[in-house]
């Protein structure tokens, strides 16, 4: 099991290069092809726990309107579980988490910066 875990979605850009800086560096990370297997309601929990930004960041505006997402949906921490277990395809991503930090690896900067480069 690698030290570092990244949520990716293969078409997205920044993703694709989140994946690259980690080979650049020679760091070994577990791929979640999130839209595949998106995580349970204890995972996002405990990334939230770990996350240096507010919750309310994990969460894409993109397609809200259309998928019934509010602002008053985000108030809580539940409420981004919530948003985020029915609807995996707003995560941010990429996502990078390790035993005690996570990250969103937007800009790519934040990438570098996690794993050590």
Known sequence: MADVTIYHNPRCTKSRQAMQVA?????EVDVVPYLDTPPDAAT???II???EDPPTDLVRREHW???????DDLATVDGVV????AHPQLLQRPLLVTADR????R???RVNALLGG
């Open 44 to 46: 996002l929990r405990s």
């Open 102 to 105: 996570a990250v969103i690896g």
């Open 82 to 85: 919530a948003v985020l277990v």
């Open 65 to 71: 309107s259309e998928l019934g997402v509010t602002s």
């Open 23 to 27: 080979a650049g560096l020679g760091v």
């Open 49 to 51: 726990a770990r996350l």
């Open 107 to 109: 800009p790519t900067e």
